[in-house]
């Protein structure tokens, strides 16, 4: 069963911030984060795992609430190059990486 | 060069026509991984390998099979290719071993075309 990313596209100007926001109604064993611009292959952002700990990119942030079975990621400050479809993922199997995917959400940071 | 390639890169077939894909890795990861993209779906998984041993059905398997032919290589074959296959095809790789904490490092992308 595929994550609920919200919303479903944004667009901001340099500097300002955005929250995108993924939701599960089954019980997670982690939330990943993956970034893909126009074109290209996804590239990792972040893994946020039960009790607490994160593996990813220094200066995007991200939270996940394990008993809402939510996540949301932080981007700060946007530039340019933030723009891109953000793809957050679940995995329910205990560590097996079985990532479910969501469907997207589309950034546009306009000067 | 890039650590996870995919041949070809484009392609069109037409209807009934049985079709490979390719992925090879130089990272030397155990686990890899094929997805589709279609626009507003997201990814979806069609099977993932663990090992060469180890072959796994993903959500969306129906009309797809896979090869693991070594650690480095791993094929989508289309049996009888239909419309509804045109999509962005995407392989990816992980190392496996730390309990959920790998990131997927994913290949540039098939775009296949059934007509």
């Known amino acids: 069963q595929q994550p609920v990313q919200s919303p479903q596209a944004v667009i901001l100007r340099e500097g300002e911030d955005a929250v995108i926001n993924c939701s599960s109604s089954?019980?997670?064993?982690?939330v990943h984060w993956y970034r893909q611009k126009h074109g290209e292959a996804p590239v990792f952002l972040m893994i946020l795992l039960k009790g607490g700990e994160q593996k990813g990119h220094e200066k995007i942030s991200a939270s996940f609430n394990e008993k809402k079975q939510q996540s949301s990621l932080y981007l700060t400050a946007s530039q340019l190059s933030y723009s891109g479809t953000y793809f957050c993922g679940t995995d329910r199997s205990g560590g097996y990486q079985k990532v479910t995917f969501g469907t997207g959400t589309k950034l546009q940071v306009i000067p | 060069d890039a650590d996870v390639t995919q041949t070809p890169r484009n392609r069109i077939t037409k209807t009934g026509k049985r079709i490979m894909l390719e992925c090879s890795q130089t990272k030397g990861h155990d686990r890899m991984y094929w997805y589709r993209q279609d626009p507003g779906l997201g990814l979806r998984l069609i099977y993932y390998s663990f090992d060469v041993k180890d072959i796994n059905k993903g959500e969306i398997s129906d009309g797809y099979s896979v090869s693991r032919q070594a650690q480095a290589k791993f094929s989508l074959s289309l049996e009888s290719a239909i419309p509804n296959q045109t999509a962005l095809y995407f392989c990816?790789?992980?190392?496996?071993?730390?309990?959920?904490?790998?990131?997927?490092?994913f290949g540039p992308g098939t775009r296949l075309t059934v007509t």
């Open positions: 089954k019980a997670l064993y982690s």
């Open positions: 990816a790789t992980s190392a496996g071993g730390s309990w959920g904490r790998d990131e997927q490092y």
